[in-house]
């Protein structure tokens, strides 16, 4: 990105400008470009920088901070919104796909005041590719564009996060209460069919910690209502209880976005090549 505003070097003798009063003057603002100071017994007349020029300055400098501030913002956003993938997704970037869920999401973000202080969670559930993660996407952005303290993340990360049960250096427990000071954690992409009561047992930390800390989380899955009410044990038991006491579930239907676009390209080959044929024929 460049920040150049040109401004011509006073000091450099430019030719652009006339005189009045014995001053240099500025022929595009008639503001002086030099100026008188007291130097010892004797005034001196010294370079300054004209109103246009004062103004053209300004302008760069406000630029150039906003242009840091916008990285900043970036870099703290990278630190607690994981996925880049994940950081695109906002009401702006929406496509209209599903225009329920993202009413419904709006909403949320509206009343997040009081979601927060009843903890009030979301479970997204349904097929793969109906616009889950990318609704869940928009809250936590937007949320977090608000000021909210918010972690956007998956559980396959968050195990990864986790410090070993002989880990020195950080204590789980620390890591469990911050995890609870969120103001609110997305946990995308949420299935934990097929884990060993190890893992298991670890999950039910991570959510256990969310539950107590009465702050809302939002829960994306692929996991049916037929398996969220039929846990395949005691342990799976254990985590689908305390989801579905926190997090109001909200079913995605339709037609996946993924295969929507999948047969939009395929129509659009289709076309190309049928073109194609009756060029040769
Ligand atoms: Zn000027």
Known sequence: MNFEVRIP???????EFYMENGLKHCPLCHTPMETWVAFGATPKKVSCLCQCRTEARDQRDRAFKAHQEAERQKIRKASHIHDPALRRMTFEADNGACPGAIEKAKRYVAQFEENLRENIGLLFYGDVGTGKTFTAGCIVNALDDKGYNVLGTSLTRLRDDMPGEFDKDRSRNAYYDRLAGYDLVLIDDFG???????TLEQIYSLIDARYKSGKPTIITTNLTPEQLSHPQSMATRRIYDRITGMCCPMLFEGQSQRQAQHEEKMARAREMLSTAFKTFS
């Open 192 to 198: 934990i069919e097929r884990q060993s009561e190890y």
């Open 9 to 15: 070097d006073p000091n450099a003798g430019s030719p």
